[in-house]
């Protein structure tokens, strides 16, 4: 067993090394493994594994999902957002950070994406925190940091790929995301309101509720949207697929109509949604036969087996597979931890009496954090290009904002009702 996985893992991460795409590692880590052991995997069982990869009618959610995220960067809603949020928040010490995470937490749940979220949110907060006097490092790093609730905060693309492959509800995952989601908003609300007031950033007066009304009034079709999505998959009026394909066109239809956006700039961003969709799909569909291969192993038994001498306690077991996804979450993306890590502590979560709909939470949680720790940390580097400024002087910035979002990962770890008991709730459970 254990060579076998050598052989398997070794020529993926050798394949990552050489800078290849995630899809093409996979694949010829499959070869290699075929070239060793061929009686183990008949040629049918790779084909087989391709097709069962992308066979589920859920994973056409994700085109939607992105095309949402995608007119999002195109069209106006993200400044009305914006003036919703300076106006509620502005007037805070360090105002616009703080409107940075509040923008970004409703973005997060109308798009499901962190890089959809921060393309959008950057583009349009960091300039604007720099012309008002902000450090670009630190707009960049509020920025990356807020745009990790995407993939938490509902709708989100990794719980739908999650629920894929573990076999639970897509819809029991967005419930048990909000509460973390929101709280990973306070965290970070908690960690600019610090430094705001540390490094006497400026602020903006208190504009009054009359203009805070009229400033959620023409920004209420924007706010109402991840409304809607949760309402919608939640109630059982539609499939979350269906949810995705209406989110998509109800973000053009308001885009078109208040002429925020055009046809042309419509067919940019489906071509662009359906370029981000082909990425995820392509390595979901390899990594079926990956994921076949590793099943075949039984290497969840060892793996538990292994867990279990070192403790009995399902909370500490818990937490080591969480600092096992932080740590390789520095190296590899998302997608490629979910779809080649995840499945192997599956039978080991549940042997110990891991609610599934929780260990998805903390690990998305736990893989999100990657997107903001270098050599991979792909939120660095788009956030420090937005605000033209060093990456390396972003990753200093971001050290107060991964204490934060840590410090939430051990609270999410330590107390499972946080996920657990909205969905459990609603459920009758």
């Known amino acids: 067993m254990l060579g076998e996985f050598t052989v398997l893992l070794g020529a993926m991460?050798?394949?990552?090394?050489?800078?290849?795409?995630?899809?093409?590692?996979?694949?010829?880590?499959?070869?290699?493994?075929?070239?060793?052991?061929?009686?183990?995997?008949?040629p049918e069982i790779i084909v087989q594994g391709f097709l069962q990869g992308v066979d589920s009618y859920s994973l056409l959610a994700i085109p939607f999902f992105f095309l949402v995220g995608e007119i999002l960067n195109v069209g106006g809603i993200g400044r009305r957002l914006v003036d919703v949020a300076t106006a509620i928040a502005g007037h805070i010490r360090g105002g616009l950070s703080h409107v940075n995470v509040l923008v970004s937490m409703v973005f997060a749940g109308i798009s499901g994406s962190a890089i959809?979220?921060?393309?959008?949110?950057?583009?349009?907060?960091?300039?604007?925190?720099?012309?008002?006097?902000y450090p670009g490092p630190y707009s960049a790093a509020v920025t990356a940091a807020a745009a990790t609730m995407g993939p938490i905060i509902p709708p989100?693309?990794?719980?739908?790929?999650?629920?894929?492959?573990?076999?639970?509800?897509?819809?029991?995952?967005f419930l048990a995301g909000i509460v973390p989601g929101l709280l990973m908003g306070v965290f970070l609300l908690a960690a600019t309101v610090v430094i705001g007031v540390r490094r006497n950033y400026p602020s903006s007066p208190w504009p009054g509720w009359r203009l805070v009304t009229r400033a959620l009034v023409y920004a209420a079709p924007?706010?109402?949207?991840?409304?809607?999505?949760?309402?919608?998959?939640?109630?059982?009026?539609?499939?979350?697929?269906e949810i995705g394909a209406l989110a998509a066109l109800y973000a053009?239809?308001?885009?078109?109509?208040?002429?925020?956006?055009?046809?042309?700039?419509?067919?940019?961003?489906?071509?662009?949604?359906?370029?981000?969709s082909c990425r995820v799909l392509i390595v979901l569909s390899v990594a079926g036969t990956f994921i076949w291969i590793m099943g075949n192993m039984n290497l969840a038994q060892g793996l538990a087996s292994a867990l279990m001498r070192i403790s009995g306690d399902p909370l500490v077991i818990l937490a080591l597979i969480a600092i096992f996804l932080l740590v390789v979450g520095c190296?590899?993306?998302?997608?490629?931890?979910?779809?080649?890590?995840?499945?192997?502590f599956m039978p080991v979560v549940r042997l110990i009496g891991v609610d599934p709909i929780h260990f998805g939470v903390v690990a998305v949680f736990a893989m999100s954090l990657g997107l903001l720790t270098p050599p991979v940390g792909f939120l660095i580097y788009l956030t420090a290009a937005q605000a033209q400024a060093s990456s390396s002087d972003v990753i200093r910035e971001l050290v107060v904002f991964i204490a934060a979002q840590m410090a939430m990962l051990g609270f999410l770890v330590a107390f499972p009702a946080l996920s657990t008991a909205l969905p459990n709730m609603l459920a009758g459970r």
């Open 13 to 42: 991460l050798v394949a990552l090394a050489l800078g290849m795409p995630v899809f093409l590692c996979l694949a010829l880590s499959i070869v290699a493994y075929a070239a060793v052991y061929w009686p183990k995997l008949p």
């Open 116 to 133: 959809a979220d921060a393309s959008a949110v950057g583009s349009l907060m960091i300039p604007a925190m720099k012309r008002a006097g």
């Open 156 to 173: 989100s693309i990794p719980f739908v790929l999650y629920a894929f492959f573990s076999q639970t509800s897509v819809s029991d995952l």
């Open 222 to 241: 924007a706010v109402v949207l991840p409304i809607l999505i949760v309402a919608g998959v939640v109630s059982g009026v539609a499939t979350v697929t």
């Open 252 to 276: 053009a239809a308001i885009s078109l109509v208040n002429r925020e956006i055009t046809l042309a700039g419509l067919w940019r961003a489906t071509c662009r949604a359906g370029m981000e």
């Open 331 to 344: 190296f590899l993306d998302p997608v490629t931890i979910l779809l080649v890590f995840v499945p192997m």
